[in-house]
């Protein structure tokens, strides 16, 4: 009886060093309000890095994603949420419908196996709803040049062959065999979710009709193929009619917080926090006050209204907005820090936050006034690290909590 149970004891300390490290070998769930990972709750700080595939494409500049990964892995940052395509234009993924960069998709072949040697998880995003590598607006210039006539970007949501040429992205990039370590990406435990577009808005049908029904048919679509993954949509938290109120300045873009993420297939909600950009000209008190209102009010929704986790998958503030202050940046971070600790130490719905962006030293070319490098000393820096260990610490508590 002693052996067997010194057997057990060394079983569940196992089960529990796993657990804590963020696990390999299950894909993370969604419980209720909750992600779970190897039998507990899952809390993680994270980070942006869109450029990841980019850069992973050259072999001269693979050392970037995989320091990046390395100095994200010390600081405890364990999701990365980075862009799976590139649509025309320079260096693309795909550079016509149907057609792929093999190049470039080695290169996001990389970026995923070295993520899984670092324990960080990955959020995949499909498609831009910007002009920026490519986005919606080159999906509908390759359906003009195939003689449909459109006269929208919005047409990228309701047109049958733009919207066949964005499902046949979605299946290649899923079904993609990775020529690293052979593992299908539906297949693969290092990513967490996949994102259906960043920040998606539409402008021409502001009822929120349009991308309502967009949604509910990409991520059936989605899950048909692939139903072992999370999937979220890319939303940055607007409010439809009823709650148009938390929006900054009333703002409409036709999109709908509460209706969108209640879609079956929508496994989380996502939120964006950008007050110097939404709320330019105001001082950094006012813009902090939005802050604080816009987090917690979207905290509430989750646990209330949606009974689904929420990530504030991008924050920050530039130093290239006038009014600019490190202080008020360091207040942004604490506040929305401090949202999600006390949301999730009380089993709340608040899951994660992920700042906007990491860059590796030699980047200045990705310098937008966000950046961070995680490698360098700083009081932005120290604050970081400090959620990712307050995070992890509460994971740990969870999971010795359910080992007795």
């Not at 709908?256 to 000209?281: C, E, K, M, R």
């Not at 504030?312 to 490190?326: D, L, P, Q, R």
């Not at 932005?380 to 909590?401: A, C, D, N, P």
Request: hydrophobic fraction near 35%; charge should be neutral.
């Amino acid at each position: 009886m002693k052996t067997w149970g010194v057997i057990l004891l060394v079983f569940l300390l196992k089960i529990q060093e796993k657990t804590v490290k963020g696990g390999e070998d299950e894909f993370i769930k969604r419980k209720g309000i909750q992600f779970w990972l190897n039998g507990s709750p899952f809390y993680s700080n994270g980070f942006n890095a869109y450029w990841l595939m980019y850069e992973g494409s050259e072999p001269s500049e693979r050392l970037k994603v995989s320091t990046s990964f390395e100095e994200a892995s010390k600081h405890g940052l364990t999701i990365a949420r980075t862009w799976a395509f590139s649509d025309g234009g320079n260096r693309p993924l795909q550079y016509s419908p149907g057609y792929y960069n093999e190049q470039m998709f080695q290169g996001l072949d990389f970026v995923v196996s070295e993520a899984k040697k670092y324990g960080i998880k990955l959020v995949l995003s499909l498609v831009n709803n910007y002009d920026d590598y490519g986005g919606k607006k080159q999906y509908v210039e390759w359906a003009k040049s195939k003689g449909q006539s459109l006269s929208s970007e919005d047409d990228f949501f309701t047109n049958p062959l733009v919207k066949g040429f964005f499902k046949n992205h979605i299946k290649t990039v899923l079904t993609r065999v990775n020529s690293m370590n052979g593992v299908a990406y539906k297949d693969d435990t290092t990513i967490m979710a996949w994102e259906l577009m960043n920040e998606p808005r539409c402008p021409s049908d502001l009822s929120g009709k349009v991308l309502q029904e967009w949604i509910t048919e990409m991520a059936s679509y989605v899950k048909s193929i692939d139903a072992n993954h999370l999937l979220e949509v890319g939303l940055e938290g607007f409010y439809g009619d009823d709650k148009k109120q938390y929006n900054p300045n009333n703002t409409k873009v036709g999109t709908d917080f509460i209706a969108n993420n209640q879609i079956p297939g929508v496994d989380f909600a996502t939120v964006h926090s950008y007050p110097d950009q939404w709320l330019s000209g105001s001082t950094g008190e006012v813009q902090l006050s939005f802050l604080q209102h816009w987090v917690q009010q979207h905290i509430l929704d989750s646990l209330n209204i949606l009974k689904k986790p929420v990530i504030f998958a991008e924050f920050g503030k530039s130093y290239k907005v006038s009014g600019y202050t490190s202080f008020d940046r360091n207040q942004l971070y604490n506040i929305t820090y401090s949202s999600i600790y006390s949301s999730a130490n009380e089993g709340g719905p608040a899951a994660g936050g992920l700042f906007w962006h990491l860059i590796a030293e030699g980047m200045d070319n990705f310098r937008d006034g966000y950046e961070i490098e995680i490698g360098e000393k700083s009081d932005i820096v120290g604050i970081i690290l400090e959620q990712s260990q307050k995070l992890s610490r509460l994971r740990k508590k969870y999971t010795r909590k359910m080992l007795g």
